[in-house]
């Protein structure tokens, strides 16, 4: 009889322990396709919003193509959209404009790449973000040429927002 119990706990911890790591793998691959398709979708609006810009770029006031995209910033949870260059000069809808050193490397995937990028890059305020990011068809804004697009995102935004779905 001690046997058999001992034997019956033993199959029932395998059984807990089986049950519990196949669960666990299908909320990773259920993340995993949750960010996939976010991805995705990210990268097709980024394709999007490139044809739109293109078609503006001969409007004389750049900052009136900022609108529509500072109006789908509540809808999409993004912490910034920007057009950018090689040489990391950058303008943004929230207005900044200048060099980014700090996200060199992203810029530099992108271009080594000649594909669309998810990436990663500290701000220069010390926050982390996720960067989804496209190359496009040159865009020339206040005298200076783009050549690429990108949408970022907070980190915690993000796990937020994957994390969500995955579980909802």
Request: contains cysteine; negative net charge.
């Amino acid at each position: 009889m001690s046997v058999s119990i001992v034997h019956y706990n033993q199959y029932i911890s395998q059984q807990f322990y089986e049950e519990s790591t196949e669960n666990l793998m299908f909320t990773y691959e259920q993340v995993n396709k949750t960010f996939l398709m976010f991805a995705q979708r990210n990268w097709n609006v980024l394709a999007d919003w490139s044809i739109y810009l293109n078609n503006l770029s001969k409007e004389d006031e750049p900052e009136k193509k900022w609108r529509d995209f500072v109006k789908e910033r509540e809808n999409w949870q993004y912490s910034d959209f920007y057009v950018f260059n090689r040489d990391c000069q950058y303008w943004t809808t929230g207005g900044r404009q200048g060099t980014a050193e700090h996200v060199r490397a992203s810029f530099e995937e992108l271009y080594h790449e000649n594909a669309p990028i998810v990436s990663s890059y500290t701000s220069s305020a010390g926050i982390r973000k996720i960067m989804f990011a496209v190359p496009t068809d040159p865009i020339t804004l206040g005298g200076i040429t783009y050549t690429a697009l990108a949408v970022s995102y907070e980190n915690n935004v993000m796990q937020e927002m994957i994390g969500g779905l995955a579980y909802e």
